[in-house]
C-alpha cells in the first residue's frame, strides 16, 4: 500500500512513524518531508501549500491513501482537490476547516450554539476595535482572524500593548489578509488542555489530553513559540472533566458543524482552559497539533491506518480505539535564539538508539548528514509507568543528541508533576 502525507514537520514524522507500524503499508511518501523524515519515507520536494503541484503528483504516482496534515493546506482545500482524483484522504474539506481558517466563524458559531467559550466582539475597522478597546477589560486576548503559523494570537497586558497589537494586525498587515478582521476577546485563567480527536462527523473519539508549553524560556518565560515540549496525559484533565467536555463542547461541536452543512472528518483539536466556571475552548484547530502529536500517537495502541480509514469511510463508530495507559514526554530541542533570530546549518549526531524517539522537524540531509535547518529542530518522546520517569526518560535521550546551539526547556512537564502531588 503507497500513503502519501502532505507536509514536513515533526507531526508529520510522528504521524509517519505511527503509519509504518502496519504491516500493509509499503512505502510512505512525504510532501515536502524533510532530511529527518527521509529516513522513514520517501521525500518529494512540493510546497504542501502547492496544491496543484499535489495533485499532479498524485496523478502520476497513485497513492491508495493521503493524509493531510498541515492547517494551511487544509484551508486552500487540498483535500477537496485530492478526493476529485479519487484518491481517499484523511483531513477536513475547506469547508469544515474554516473552523481553524476563520476564528470569527469559530466564535460565532460557538455563540449560535451555546458551545463555552470566552466573551468576545469581532471587529473589521480598526477605528471601532480601537474605541473599544478604550473600555475593554484588561488584559485581554487579540486574534488575527485567519491563519498565521500559530502566532496570530496577542494576551495584551496593559491597554497601550493591545491598542499597539490592533495596528499592527490592521494597519501595519503584520498577518498580512488574516488580520483584516480580528476577535477581541476575554481573558480566561485556569490551566490549559490539549485534546485531538478522531471524528468522522457522527463520531468523536478524543485521543489521550496533552499539556504544551508554548514559551520560549524556563518558568513559561519569554516569548510563545510553536511549543517547546508537551507530555501526556494531562493531569488535570479528570475523568469527570471530560465527560463534561464530551457532553458540552465535543459532541455539540461536532453536530453545529453538521447544522451548517459542514461535517467535519479528521482530527479536530480542541484547545480548552479549565476555568472556575468549567471547561470553555479557546481555540479549534482543524487538524494535528505540534508537538502533541508527538506524545499522543505514541501512546495509540491500535494501528494509526485503520482508524485512519474508519474516519474517511464513516465507521469510526464500528471500531475501538485503545491507548496505553502511560506517561509521554517530549522535549523540543531548537536552535539558540528560536523563535527570534536563529544560525543554521550544524551538523545534528545521535547514537542509533535514540532514533526511534525521535521526531524531526526543522533539519535537511547534507552528503549523508543531517544538518539544523529551522528553530524547531526535533522532539525527543520518551514513554514510562508514570509522567515522573517519561520527563527523566526523555532528557536522558535529549543528552545524546548533539549539535551546536542546541536550546531546549528544562522545566518540561514540571508543572504537571506538581499537580499530581
Known amino acids: 500500500m503507497k500513503i502519501m502525507v502532505v507536509g514536513g514537520g515533526g507531526r508529520e ?60 493546506p487544509l484551508v486552500l482545500g487540498c483535500v477537496d482537490a485530492l478526493e476529485n482524483i479519487g484518491i481517499p484522504c484523511f483531513g477536513p474539506n475547506a469547508r469544515a476547516a474554516i473552523i481553524e481558517g476563520s476564528k470569527v466563524f469559530s466564535k460565532d458559531m460557538m455563540k449560535k450554539y451555546g458551545i463555552p467559550t470566552a466573551e468576545y466582539e469581532t471587529f473589521d475597522d480598526m477605528a471601532e476595535a480601537l474605541k473599544y478597546l478604550e473600555t475593554a477589560p484588561i488584559p485581554t486576548v487579540i486574534k488575527a482572524d485567519g491563519l498565521a503559523l500559530g502566532k496570530g494570537v496577542v494576551i495584551a497586558e496593559t491597554r497601550e500593548d493591545a491598542v499597539a497589537t490592533v495596528k499592527s494586525m490592521m494597519e501595519d498587515k503584520k498577518f498580512g489578509a488574516s488580520g483584516d478582521q480580528i476577535v477581541i476577546e476575554e481573558f480566561l485563567e485556569g490551566p490549559e488542555v490539549s485534546v485531538l480527536s478522531f471524528t468522522d462527523g457522527k463520531t468523536v473519539v478524543p485521543m489521550v489530553s496533552s499539556m504544551d508549553h508554548k514559551r520560549a524560556g524556563d518558568g513559561d518565560t519569554g516569548l510563545n513559540t510553536g511549543g517547546m515540549g508537551t507530555i501526556a496525559p494531562n493531569p488535570y484533565y479528570t475523568a469527570e472533566v471530560a465527560d463534561r467536555c464530551m457532553k458540552e463542547i465535543f459532541i455539540p461541536t461536532i453536530e453545529a458543524m453538521n447544522q451548517e452543512g459542514r461535517p467535519f472528518k479528521g482530527c479536530l483539536y480542541f484547545g480548552l482552559m479549565l476555568t472556575k466556571d468549567g471547561p470553555k475552548v479557546i481555540e479549534y484547530n482543524c487538524r494535528f497539533g505540534d508537538p502533541e502529536t508527538q506524545v499522543v500517537l505514541p501512546l495509540l495502541k491500535s494501528d494509526l491506518l485503520t482508524v485512519f480509514k474508519a474516519v474517511t469511510e464513516e465507521k469510526l463508530s464500528e471500531i475501538k480505539v485503545e491507548w496505553e495507559d502511560k506517561s509521554a514526554c517530549c522535549v523540543i530541542a531548537a536552535s539558540e535564539g528560536y523563535p527570534v533570530s536563529y544560525e543554521k546549518g550544524y551538523e545534528i549526531t545521535m547514537p542509533d538508539h535514540v532514533w526511534p524517539n525521535v521526531f524531526v522537524a526543522g533539519a535537511k540531509e547534507e552528503d549523508g548528514n543531517l544538518v539544523t535547518s529551522g528553530g524547531r529542530v526535533l522532539g525527543v518522546t520518551a514513554i514510562a509507568d508514570d509522567l515522573e520517569n517519561a520527563i527523566e526518560a526523555s532528557y536522558g535521550l535529549l543528552d545524546e543528541i548533539n549539535f551546536a546551539s542546541k536550546y531546549y526547556r528544562t522545566d518540561i512537564g514540571q508543572k504537571a508533576l506538581k499537580a499530581l502531588r
Open 13 to 72: 514524522h510522528a504521524i509517519i512513524k505511527s503509519l509504518k507500524k502496519n504491516p500493509e503499508v509499503e512505502t510512505i511518501y512525504a510532501l515536502p518531508g524533510n532530511g529527518g523524515i527521509a529516513r522513514d519515507a520517501i521525500c518529494e520536494p512540493i510546497k504542501a501549500t502547492d496544491i496543484d503541484g499535489i495533485v499532479a503528483w498524485a496523478k502520476a504516482n497513485k497513492p491508495d491513501y493521503a493524509v493531510v496534515a498541515p492547517d494551511d
